[in-house]
Structure formats: structure tokens, C-alpha cells
């Protein structure tokens, strides 16, 4: 079964720093776009990074841009953000999503073809 499993969420005071991880199983993992979204209470999905299958090419949302950084293990089958000086406007359900397509939005659930996670809920306040 083709699956990416998030990790690392959890509570932190603003300013603070988290890092998800996303492991991947049952696909060609380092022929797969990784990308994170997430989703605030009550709001849609909101594109926050992608890295290319091989680590090089990586992009980031307005909002987090300087902020949070993409890494990738292909060796691991798992991908990293790592986010830092998180504001209470980080505070959503985090998902990591494997795709063949390159692009600079959230892939679609719908879309054939694309992995999605079950998600991680991050919440930044003090």
C-alpha cells in the first residue's frame, strides 16, 4: 500500500521550533515531489512548501518563507520540515503529500496518482 506518515507535531510556545518528519512506504519514494500543506481551523488548505524527488528544487509559501526549511532523506524514504519562529498563525493540521507532478499549490485529493498523509496537528501558543 502506497502511504505517507506524518510525525513531530505537537505544542510550542511562539518563537519555538518543530520539526514534522514524513515517511513514506510502499512507492518509488525518490520519484515523488514532496509537498506540506495545512489546514487551520476552519479554513482551506494552504500550499506551505514543496521539494523536487531529488532535494534540489525547493519553494515555500509567502507565510513561511525564511521560516521553515524542506529537507529530504531519499535514502530514508522520508522527508523533513523543519519550522522555526513559529507564530500562533502556524497553528493548523500539517500533511505531507507525494506527487509526480511539480507544481506551487497543494495537490489534489482527487488528483490520481497523489499520497496523502493522515496529518500531524501543530499548535503554537503560550
Known amino acids: 500500500e502506497e502511504q505517507v506518515v506524518e510525525s513531530g507535531g505537537g505544542l510550542v510556545q511562539p518563537g519555538g521550533s518543530l520539526r514534522l518528519s514524513c515517511v513514506a512506504s510502499?512507492?518509488?519514494?525518490?520519484?515523488?515531489?514532496i509537498f506540506w500543506t495545512r489546514q487551520a481551523p476552519g479554513k482551506g488548505f494552504e500550499w506551505v512548501s514543496v521539494?523536487?524527488?531529488?532535494?534540489?528544487?525547493?519553494r515555500y509559501g509567502d507565510s513561511v518563507e525564511g521560516r521553515f526549511t524542506a529537507t529530504r532523506d531519499n535514502a530514508l524514504n522520508t522527508a523533513y520540515l523543519q519550522m522555526d519562529s513559529l507564530e500562533p498563525e502556524d497553528t493548523a493540521v500539517y500533511y505531507c503529500?507525494?506527487?509526480?507532478?511539480?507544481?506551487?499549490?497543494?495537490?489534489?485529493?482527487?488528483?490520481?496518482?497523489?499520497?496523502w498523509g493522515q496529518g500531524t496537528q501543530v499548535t503554537v501558543s503560550s
Open positions: 503529500v507525494a506527487s509526480r507532478l511539480l507544481r506551487l499549490d497543494t495537490p489534489p485529493r482527487t488528483e490520481t496518482g497523489n499520497i
Open positions: 510502499g512507492f518509488t519514494f525518490d520519484l515523488y515531489h
Open positions: 521539494i523536487s524527488e531529488d532535494g534540489i528544487y525547493k
